[in-house]
């Protein structure tokens, strides 16, 4: 079975600035993959990659065993799904925002809203009211309203406090459980110690 991602010699500038040089990885198809490493290192490049948000100057990047390049790139977006580190909320209810990813009926967004540990009751509520962390709780929501088949997760809890960092984390870990594996970057040595089933490390920024 290929790797879920694979990063074969990756080079990336910006503004001239290497970024990514020579850079090969390997991510396992199972469970959390946890990406660490110092500011700068690249761990947020690498993630914008695997769903072609970036294309490498040079290199090859592929999703289990295809070259992304070769693909619909809105193809590949719905099927890994990108968790960002600030929540981003759409103006309307929370019901308008998860229609905004995939149209869905009352009582399918109920169910997408139970899966991330909000109750039906929030369909109605304006999304911009929500807490830090219900907003992420919500983009999480729309984000598995396409079924993706992997789940990429970018310091998706830096900007939450402790009780909403520990209930994100639940949430995916248990889904990475019923099967859709995971790549998450952070620079919290203790997330990671909680949360991986793998631990891949960048070293020093470029």
């Known amino acids: 079975m290929p790797p879920l991602f694979e990063l074969l010699e990756v080079h990336l500038s910006r503004s001239g600035e ?7 990885l390997e991510v396992p198809d199972d469970g959390v993959t946890v990406l660490t490493g110092p500011s700068g290192s690249g761990k947020s490049t690498i993630l914008r990659l695997c769903n072609r948000l970036l294309v490498p100057d040079s290199g090859t990047v592929r999703f289990r065993g295809v070259d992304v390049s070769q693909g619909d790139p809105c193809v590949l977006r719905r099927s890994v799904g990108m968790v960002f580190q600030q929540p981003t909320v759409f103006e309307g209810s929370v ?3 998860l229609r905004a990813a995939e149209e869905l ?4 967004a109920a169910d997408l809203l139970g899966d991330v540990a909000l109750d039906a009751s929030f369909l109605d509520r304006r999304a911009r009211d929500l807490s830090g962390g219900e907003q992420q709780r919500l983009c999480l929501a729309r ?3 396409t079924s993706p088949v992997a789940l990429l997760v970018d310091e998706g809890t830096s900007a939450l406090d402790r009780k909403a960092t520990r209930v994100l984390e639940e949430l995916v870990v248990d889904l990475a459980r ?3 594996p995971v790549l998450w970057v952070t620079h919290d040595l203790d ?3 909680r949360i991986a089933d793998h631990r891949r490390s960048l070293g020093n920024p470029s």
């Not at 009926?105 to 399918?108: G, L, R």
């Open 18 to 24: 290497p970024v990514l040089e020579a850079f090969d």
């Open 95 to 97: 019901l308008d925002n």
């Open 105 to 108: 009926d009352s009582t399918a």
């Open 143 to 145: 984000t598995l309203a």
């Open 178 to 180: 019923r099967g859709t």
């Open 191 to 193: 997330q990671a110690a």
